[in-house]
């Protein structure tokens, strides 16, 4: 027994390998697994929803104009990266670039957490869900394996074949169009979409009034609204919207005309489901000086019953009178309208 441990020690210290280094490269080849699938998946999620990804990077500080690069590359970054992490290519150049991403994700990370302006890292899209602090624990598990990855005996940093370009370059082309189908997408449906994810939330749903028959009647609007706003007694324009909208985007230069006509009611936004500094940055585009509400996503598509966006809802006393979906009205026909149904 003794002779026979001889011999392979004798037979490793010949190939230039510690009796350690197997048990390394073993290690080192599932945290490349591992790795690679959480890049897979990260870059998965982001490409087929990349307005989740988009609505959070205002809180990280990234500069608008490099928000739609980012959103369309970056999935298809990840997804080579797990491709390679997965099938063991150049896995020492995979573990650099892994480390370097994390590294500026948890940076990211931790500016917008620090502002307060972070509630979701939107890192696997809307499908993954986790706080800052939750983003930050699992980065740091990232970084451990990435370099694991990058310390295995069996890293190198070959040139890669013509093949493995090949293969990358593929999977980089449909991740890119993939994201860049998701971001043409247009986001006018994104009312439906709100309406399908509020069915599957019913601890959201708001109390309702019995009617004379004895059924369950819809919602008043100052059931669904914030306890601040007093829908029962006054009178509101309430404009719901979505900062990631960009027919809400066209609808603003005409909401924002209605703060000089002061014979208008009160003008409030309604929103759901977006990151305040989206909301922030929004407003000051419009310049108008309005309180914004995020209401829950079931109320929200049971404010009107549709929550299709842009819409201008004029509230009074308690009532819906009117909705106008898509492009509102120019202040002056709105004000002729508010005056012929309050005579």
């Not at 971001?183 to 709100?194: F, K, L, P, Q, Y």
């Not at 994810?197 to 669904?224: N, V, W, Y």
């Not at 989206?278 to 509400?293: G, I, S």
Request: with cysteine.
């Amino acid at each position: 027994m003794a002779a026979k441990s001889k011999r392979k020690r004798a037979q490793v210290k010949q190939q230039g390998q510690t009796p350690q280094q197997p048990l390394q490269a073993r290690v080192s080849r599932i945290a490349g697994i591992i790795l690679g699938l959480a890049m897979l998946v990260a870059g998965f999620f982001k490409a087929i929803d990349p307005w989740t990804f988009l609505g959070s990077l205002p809180a990280y500080g990234v500069p608008e104009i490099l928000h739609y690069p980012i959103v369309i590359a970056l999935p298809a970054l990840e997804v080579a990266l797990g491709v390679m992490l997965i099938a063991g290519w150049q896995l020492r150049w995979a573990g650099i670039v892994s480390i370097a991403l994390i590294a500026v994700f948890s940076a990211a990370i931790a500016y917008g957490w620090s502002l307060g302006d972070l509630e979701e890292c939107g890192c696997f899209g809307p499908f993954i869900q986790r706080s800052p602090g939750q983003a930050l624990l699992q980065d740091l598990g990232l970084l451990i394996l990435a370099v694991l990855v990058v310390s295995g005996p069996a890293a190198s940093m070959r040139t890669l074949t013509r093949r493995q370009l090949g293969v990358l370059g593929i999977v980089a082309v449909v991740a890119l169009s993939v994201s860049a189908a998701g971001m043409a997408r247009d986001t006018s449906t994104v009312g439906s979409d709100v309406t399908q994810m509020a069915q599957l939330i019913p601890s959201e749903e708001p109390p309702r009034a019995s009617d004379p028959t004895g059924s369950m009647a819809r919602p008043k609007p100052s059931d669904l609204a914030p306890d601040e706003l007093d829908l029962e007694n006054r009178e509101y324009l309430v404009y719901m919207f979505h900062p990631r909208c960009p027919h809400c985007n066209e609808a603003a230069p005409v909401i924002a005309t209605y703060a000089s006509h002061f014979s208008l009611p009160s003008l409030v936004g309604f929103t759901f489901d977006a990151v305040p500094a989206e909301v922030d940055e929004y407003k000051a585009k419009m310049a108008v000086p309005f309180p914004v509400y995020q209401l829950p996503s079931r109320a929200f598509v049971q404010f009107t019953g549709d929550g299709a966006v842009p819409q201008l809802v004029y509230v009074r006393k308690g009532e819906i009178v009117r909705v106008w979906p898509g492009m509102p009205p120019t202040a002056e026909r709105l004000r002729e309208y508010i005056a012929s149904v309050t005579r």
